[in-house]
């Protein structure tokens, strides 16, 4: 069974910064990609940012420009540097493991307000 652990959720003001990152553990293999997916209450998950273990990166419009991945195959470590916050970011994001199959950690809130 994998275990991801997110950190580095928060308050912050709109423009400013934060970054997330997670660490898997419990697997004796390294998964095709992780990434971080975002949900708000009552509505569906949303797909964030993903990066394959060769470096490749995708990312969703919304976030394509402010937010950067990045990840550490030897620490099973993903990294999500955000950016230019918006109000409209705030969400749990949690980080995800495509294994297969896919593993979603339990999240951090992040919060954009003044």
Do not use: H
């Not at 060769?54 to 620490?75: E, H, L, P």
């Not at 999500?80 to 199959?101: F, H, I, R």
Request: one cysteine or more; proline letters at 5%.
């Amino acid at each position: 069974q994998v275990q991801l652990v997110e950190s580095g959720g928060g308050l912050v003001q709109p423009g400013g910064s934060l970054r997330l990152s997670c660490t898997a553990s419990g697997s004796s293999f390294s998964p095709v990609a992780m990434g971080w997916s975002r949900q708000v209450p009552g509505k569906e998950r949303e797909f964030v940012a993903r990066i394959f273990t060769g470096g490749n990166a995708n990312y969703a419009d919304s976030v394509s420009g402010r937010f950067t991945i990045s990840r550490d195959n030897a620490k099973n470590t993903v990294y999500l540097q955000m950016n230019s916050l918006k109000p409209e970011d705030s969400a749990v994001y949690s980080c995800t493991w495509y294994g297969p199959p896919i593993y979603w950690g339990q999240g951090t809130q992040v919060t954009v307000s003044s």
